[in-house]
């Protein structure tokens, strides 16, 4: 019987990314009207629009509740962690945040990011910061948040030369 530890995938070490690579973020959320109005109260964003589907058809262009804009982010975020910054010390940055399009009650929204940059760090050696872009999309392949972000991670623990050799059959 084998035994697998779902730690060891979580997230990335800073010499695991290089530039350009691109993770395309699994699974998909499918938005419910419970998670929209959930957030919407948890937040505190009361605006009719969100919570009100009389409101949305009466006075809104797109006549149907519109999902929280930072609930798109807050979800689209929340997916890259596994992929990208699980093992990060600290979340340094979120930069250009655009909303390209509405999400509605009912899409399903995916993720893919690319990886910017890579660098370690001056004072520390030891870690680094990842810069990526993320582009969510919904289930027609419109996209409906881009944005940037910046993560520290550390980088890979160099092994026990004597352990690297019984690891790879060299002893």
């Not at 691109?22 to 957030?39: A, C, Q, R, S, Y």
């Not at 505190?44 to 798109?72: R, W």
């Not at 001056?122 to 582009?135: A, D, F, H, L, W």
């Amino acid at each position: 019987m084998a035994i697998y530890d779902a730690r060891v995938n979580y997230g990335r070490y800073l010499d695991e990314f290089c530039v350009g690579d691109v993770f395309k973020h699994w699974p998909g959320k499918t938005i419910t009207e419970m998670d929209n109005h959930l957030f919407s109260l948890i937040t505190m964003n009361h605006h009719p629009m969100h919570i009100d589907q009389n409101f949305a058809h009466s006075e809104h262009k797109y006549k149907k509740i519109l999902v929280v804009g930072t609930l798109v982010l807050s979800l689209v975020t929340g997916m890259t962690v596994r992929d990208t910054s699980g093992k990060a010390i600290a979340n340094l940055q979120y930069e250009s945040i655009v909303h390209d399009a509405p999400v509605f009650i009912g899409d399903t929204i995916y993720g893919e990011s690319k990886v910017l940059s890579v660098e370690t760090s001056r004072k520390k050696p030891t870690q680094g910061v990842v810069s990526i872009e993320t582009k969510a999309y919904n289930q027609d392949s419109v996209t409906v948040l881009t944005m940037k972000r910046k993560f520290l991670v550390p980088k890979k623990t160099v092994s026990n030369k004597s352990d690297d050799k019984e690891l790879h059959g060299t002893s």
